[in-house]
């Protein structure tokens, strides 16, 4: 076994658009880094976090990083085993771009690859699940899979659990995250339970076109499939200035911009990393000039999940 | 321009299971066969509608087929043209097979060929859903489309009208016609026009998997995706023997099975042409020993769409 490990995993995008619960992908920034030792005292053991701000519990059974472990070890049945984590956030928490996937994901990657890797990262992925769970009160994959696999993935079903990876659009993905409050539970609660059949017709019309322009390269039909009728309207009322943002990165150059998750995050895909930056840029200015701090991000899609740094 | 052509015009399924309204597929039986001659006199008529019980109407101006052939000259502004219809129903009405699209596809690609073929079949196609809207009185694309180019087809949006044409599985399909009436707008009246969220998030989850297997030829995933949720529980209700039928088929080397349209026409896909014409066989068999007869097809997809003969 390894001494030690130190790894990165992504943040995510989920609910991409008209893929809500199961679509999502991978940037390559933001993500997590997490060191990994082995200790010779067993058990999984969490000895700092850093980039918090003190929220993330330090208790190895209720944070999703170690808890994710935990249940590992335990379907290995390696009690055995002793694991000291130091966790750097590197992404904003609560803010719709799969944090606590990435966190549990980091945690996974890097205990299994210590222990000479048993398990694959489809076997890992219950696992980062059941942490998901933990942080968020359900257990989506459309934050894990990606954030374990890279790239597009589409979770086809969850019972059985099915996932699909898609292919990777060579594209820019703009992430802006404005610094307001949208918890999870709030963002679920205000969907409704029920939706118009005429509108659901044209959310799968949506997502059958975006799974064939990603199978063709077809970057026009990825834009025209990128659009949400059912969630977006109501979601994006948390959001501030979502409307004036949208248009704006839609006018200069985006394909398709929607929510990150359950946001309050923003998310925008483009073929010239100038324009990506250049939305950014002018979006950030445009809160900053009605009182809202933001942080941005900008990178191309990510391809390959958790590495080895 | 020719004195006359005939051509033939493949039956379709449309609402594929988890892709109510948005796709369709043409099979390479049944079909219509359409003889069309150019004639001096100005003006579109039919000589002779046979196979169709006297149902169908001469007049031009209520006709599928001739009421399509009329827009499009209209169009091309060619009132100069006259036009003789022969047309010979090699397929059921009201069964769910897009009786009136193959016919109007008939008709649209005769007129077009005759005329040296000034347009396209993406230019057809809305003159196509113009002699739908005639005969079922809505003017969907999901069997139009496939009826014109063969294959299956995507309707990916109907504003804009957006056709994606999707890979072609080598499967085959058979098709059971029981002799039951389920007229087109009971079978859309008795379909809820709301559906609960997670029932539509289980639908696209499936429709992004079926366009994923069907670029990949992934037959298992296609086979897993061939679910619906929403609409199969209320229609199939409509259909005799529908859960058994079902069954025997899933049992029997069906990779999916589903209503066909909006039935009463039962469609299944296989690997194997034995496999597919035993339960035809046993099918047809059942439904005779309950006092209900059927008409039975087995061919492969069709890749063409409308063809000369």
Same mark, same amino acid.
């Given at each position: 076994m390894k001494e030690s490990i130190k790894v990165f995993a992504p943040a995510t995008v989920a609910n991409v658009v008209?893929?809500?619960?199961?679509l999502g992908f991978a940037v390559n920034e933001p993500g997590d880094e997490l060191l990994m030792k082995s200790a010779t005292k067993p058990g999984v053991r969490i000895i700092s976090i850093e980039g918090d701000e003190g929220k993330l519990p330090l208790d190895p059974q209720k944070n999703t990083v170690s808890a994710s472990v935990i249940s590992l070890l335990r379907? $290995?049945?390696r009690d055995d +085993?002793?694991?000291?984590?130091?966790?750097? @956030? @590197?992404?904003?928490?609560? %803010?719709?771009l799969g944090s606590s996937s990435a966190s549990a994901v980091a945690g996974?990657? =890097? =205990? #299994?690859?210590?222990?000479?890797?048993?398990? %694959?990262?489809?076997? $890992?992925l219950p696992f980062a699940m059941e942490g998901e769970a933990l942080a968020c009160g359900h257990g989506h994959a459309d934050n894990v899979a990606p954030a374990l696999f890279g790239g597009f993935t $589409?979770? @086809?079903s969850?019972?059985?659990l099915e996932v699909i990876a898609l292919p990777v659009p060579k594209l820019f993905c703009a992430l802006l995250y404005p610094h307001v409050? +949208?918890?999870t539970r709030d963002a679920r609660q205000i969907i409704r339970s029920k939706v118009l059949l005429k509108d659901a017709v044209t959310q799968w019309g949506n997502i059958a076109g975006l799974v064939s322009a990603l199978y063709? #390269?077809?970057?026009?039909?990825?834009?025209? %499939? $990128?659009?949400? +009728?059912?969630v977006e309207p109501i979601r994006s009322i948390l959001i501030p200035e979502f409307d004036y943002m949208k248009a704006y990165a839609m006018e200069n150059g985006a394909l398709g911009f929607g929510i990150s998750g359950s946001g309050p995050t923003v998310f925008s895909l483009y073929h010239s990393v100038d324009d990506a930056q250049k939305v950014l840029t002018s979006l950030q200015k445009h809160l900053a000039d009605k009182g809202i701090k933001s942080n941005i991000y900008l990178s191309e899609i990510n391809e390959t999940g958790p590495t080895v740094i």
């Open positions: 008209c893929g809500f619960d199961i379907h $290995l049945r +085993v002793g694991l000291e984590i130091s966790l750097t @956030k @590197k992404m904003p928490m609560g %803010s719709g996974l990657f =890097a =205990a #299994n690859e210590l222990l000479g890797s048993p398990l %694959s990262k489809m076997e $890992l $589409l979770i @086809k969850y019972e059985p409050d +949208v918890p063709t #390269n077809d970057y026009g039909l990825l834009g025209r %499939s $990128l659009k949400d +009728v059912i």
